[in-house]
């Protein structure tokens, strides 16, 4: 079992950044994929990026060359730093978690509110 829990979300103007954290219970992280979604009012959820045990990384096109995602395995950490924000990133973002070789994300986090202000 992983329970993740998402931090660092807030109000900021547009231009601006943040650096969501998701903290990871359970002594399985480094094999886990992990990833973070969002889901703005009235939106589906959708992908926004994804980081393997390996340090591959991917990018939903809308977010790439303003967001990085990386791990710190030592602490159990997902990081998302988020630089140049829009109007449009305003949403729940959530941190999730599967198993190298699942297809699907099996573990979620709350969610944390990031609010973009223009």
Known sequence: ?????????????????LRLSCAASGRTFSRLA????????GKEREFVAD???S?????AGSVKGRFTISRDNAKNTLLLQMNSLKAEDTAVYY???RYAGATQYGF??????????S
């Not at 979620?108 to 202000?117: D, F, H, K, L």
């Open 108 to 117: 979620w986090g709350q969610g944390t509110q990031v609010t973009v202000s």
């Open 55 to 59: 340090n591959n990384r991917n990018y």
């Open 34 to 41: 992990m990833g973070w979604f969002r889901q703005a009012p």
């Open 1 to 17: 079992q992983v329970q993740l829990v998402e931090s660092g979300g807030g109000l900021v103007q547009a231009g601006g950044s």
């Open 51 to 53: 980081i393997s045990w």
């Open 95 to 97: 941190c999730a978690a």
